[in-house]
């Protein structure tokens, strides 16, 4: 928010605006991800399901972002892969 405070040039009534909307969005974010990373476990057999457990760890374990409200590890993207995050915005 910083960056985008001095950029933009903003008031507080907007910094506490944009605030709210990107906590929001990454809330909305992190639902979809649980909700998908449920949905393909719910594909797998339960002998995948335990791989799939652990390769989550294993991204957990290399520093990936994870931990949703609900417990549940989520693995980033493979680092080739470029991810553009709200923090890089802001």
């Known amino acids: 928010m910083q960056k985008m405070d001095s ?52 991204f957990h374990q290399q520093g990936r972002p994870a931990s949703p409200a609900n417990g549940t590890t989520i693995p980033a993207r493979p680092p080739q892969t470029p991810v553009i995050t709200n923090a890089s915005l802001i």
């Not at 990454?26 to 799939?52: C, H, W």
Request: net charge neutral; no cysteine.
């Open 7 to 58: 950029a933009l040039k903003l008031t507080l009534q907007q910094h506490n605006a944009i605030e709210k909307l990107i906590e929001e969005g990454q809330g909305q974010i992190s639902k979809a991800m649980q909700e998908t990373f449920q949905n393909v476990r719910d594909q797998l057999t339960p002998e995948q399901r335990k791989k799939y457990e652990e390769l989550l760890k294993q």
